[in-house]
């Protein structure tokens, strides 16, 4: 394996090298609009999603990873660095979510540092419970006025180089308030980016906002079907903070303590998890669709409690829409706790 990731980094390398030479690089600048049709990349499925809503037929739309990858796990492919240099803006999640030879591949080839635009810091995002903030406050409740904006622009990313993430969840479209924010910053770099189509993106941005407003109800209804004292759940990993923060979900513990689904966890660990489940009385373990964890295996042989698999937490499935993939989502953790007495 690692030879192969190797292989293709240095074949991604010498594509950088090639779209240097030919003018492409992050120092070149980007190419006036002067009316014509806007290339925009998104990373992920999920980012894609947000960007359509808004940018419609405005825009022409590369989304660089596959329906049903795992983000966090994606190897860019040689290609990714000539679509990255010819796009005109280039959308990604951030936080730390991107694997970091996607990240470097981004800034090497973007066609200059306005074009790159980090969606993940407009969500105002909540901290992750491993560092130590289980109260999740709900900024989705507030306005925009109330958020400390100042206070999530300098993430310390340096004091979590012993994680695969930063200080902050950037799984942010378990809450459809969130992606209200995200749509509306997309919406800011389209119009600043293509002034010529900002009611078009205005308009678009509205009509989108309204259909989260109305997922945001169904939601909030579906797991209010839950029985109270059900409302306790183990996963794969920290996914869920939003779900928790958001509709009074409470996520007790996760398989493994990381966004990086291949990490390995210690006996304590283990114990620790099924300790959990143990105190808690906890009769149900979702385990990800994008991150089957060999240690469910045992914790389900230790502890008699249900495993329930198919749970997509980071990416969406071909063909599949943002509410289509949240409303899923939450209709299996509602039938599974629902009927866990």
Not at 39 to 66: C, H, K, R
Not at 292 to 313: D, F, H, M, N, R
């Amino acid at each position: 394996m690692k030879n192969k990731y190797s292989f293709k980094f240095g074949v991604i390398a010498l594509s950088l090298v090639l779209i240097a030479c030919s003018g492409g690089s992050a120092d070149a600048g980007c190419p006036e609009i002067d009316g014509r049709e806007i290339n925009v990349v998104a990373t992920t499925p999920m980012i894609g999603e947000f960007v359509s809503n808004v940018g419609g037929d405005n825009i022409n739309l590369t989304v660089l990873m596959p329906p049903e990858a795992d983000p966090h796990t994606y190897e860019p492919a040689p290609q990714d660095a000539g679509t990255i240099a010819d796009a005109d803006l280039v959308f990604y999640t951030g936080l730390m979510y991107e694997p970091a030879p996607l990240v470097e591949l981004l800034e090497n080839s973007v066609c200059g540092s306005e074009a790159l635009a980090e969606v993940g810091e407009s969500v105002f995002p909540i901290e992750f419970k491993e560092g130590g903030h289980d109260d999740h406050d709900d900024h989705g409740e507030k306005g925009h006025d109330d958020h400390d904006e100042e206070g999530h622009d300098d993430h310390d990313e340096e004091g979590h180089e012993g994680h695969g993430h930063g200080a902050y969840d950037p799984h942010f479209w378990f809450d459809p308030n969130r992606v209200v924010y995200a749509s509306e910053f997309i919406e800011s770099k389209l119009i600043e980016l293509d002034p010529s189509n900002a009611a078009s993106y205005q308009a678009a941005g509205d009509a989108y906002a309204t259909e989260l407003s109305s997922l945001t109800g169904q939601v909030s209804q579906l797991i209010g079907s839950i029985p109270s004292q059900n409302r306790k759940l183990i996963t794969t990993h920290e996914s869920l903070g939003y779900l928790e923060a958001k509709f009074g979900l409470e996520v007790l513990s996760t398989i493994i303590p990381d966004l990086d689904s291949s990490n390995e966890i210690t006996p304590a660990q283990l114990v620790d998890v099924i300790d959990v489940i143990e105190d808690n009385n906890v009769k149900v373990i979702f385990i990800e669709a994008e991150a089957p964890s060999v240690y469910a295996e045992t914790i389900v042989a230790e502890t008699g409690i249900k495993a329930v698999e198919g749970l997509w937490v980071e990416t969406l499935k071909l063909g599949q829409t943002y509410p289509e993939f949240l409303i899923e989502a939450v209709e299996l953790i509602v039938e599974n706790l629902s009927k866990s007495d």
